[in-house]
């Protein structure tokens, strides 16, 4: 019954590391997208894309990238890992419904 | 623009006591409304939305009803348990924003047996 899986659940990357984190849904949505998850902050949105090879900046894209070269696939991308970059990140999916994935946490050193 | 206020936590109930979380909210046009829950350890999981004035979520216990003319969605629950233990967050999705969620910061329930 998984829906929406994420890479990795814990990460521990050094600062100045390429990081890569992956999310997959089997919903066949055409919607999905990245959020962070900060103490008091609640969800941010990094980016979304809403068909392949499309994608749109949200509140909060600058220091990463996305890649949206499958439907089910949607990865996020730190070029050049910081210490600011520390936090939990959700990978969401929409179409008739909204699915979030477990979250990765993402300690940079 | 778009913004959801919660109340700010942690909120420290015991079991079987009667729970609030405020939310407000500051939309144009006719947004969705939407509480999340984030149990330890794990991503966010939809608890209830409604999609229109007067609506009311239910589920699993939890209620909140969609005031337009108060913009607000608090969730309620009658009776807490051990298990509601989680983070709350309130949300919206604005028909006039695209496909961009609004969150809440957040409201951590801790429920004491």
């Known amino acids: 019954d998984v829906k929406v899986t994420q890479s990795s659940r814990y990460l521990v990357k050094r600062t100045g590391e390429k990081v890569f984190l992956e999310c997959v849904q089997d919903?066949?949505?055409?919607?999905m997208f990245w959020y962070r998850q900060d103490p008091g902050l609640g969800l941010r949105l990094i980016y979304f894309?809403?068909?392949?090879?499309?994608?749109e900046k949200g509140d909060i894209p600058e220091g990463y990238s996305v890649s949206r070269e499958k439907k089910e696939r949607f990865s996020l991308i730190l070029e050049s890992a910081s210490t600011n970059q520390t936090s939990m990140y959700l990978c969401a999916s929409s179409g008739t419904g909204w699915f979030f994935g477990p979250g990765t946490r993402l300690t940079v050193l | 623009g778009d913004s959801v206020t919660q109340m700010e936590g942690p909120v420290t109930l015991s079991e079987e006591a009667f729970l609030t979380i405020n939310c407000t909210y500051t939309a144009t046009g006719y947004p969705s409304l939407f509480w999340y829950v984030q149990y330890p350890g794990e991503g966010l999981q939809l608890l209830l939305k409604a999609t229109k004035a007067d609506d009311k979520g239910s589920n699993k216990g939890f209620e909140a009803t969609y005031r337009k003319e108060t913009t607000s969605f608090h969730l309620e629950k009658g009776s807490v348990q051990v298990s509601d233990s989680a983070v709350y967050f309130c949300?919206?999705?604005?028909?006039?924003?695209?496909?961009?969620?609004?969150f809440g910061a957040g409201t951590r329930l801790f429920v004491k047996a």
């Open positions: 894309s809403y068909d392949v090879k499309m994608k």
């Open positions: 949300a919206l999705i604005s028909n006039t924003g695209g496909f961009k969620t609004i």
């Open positions: 919903m066949d949505h055409e919607n």
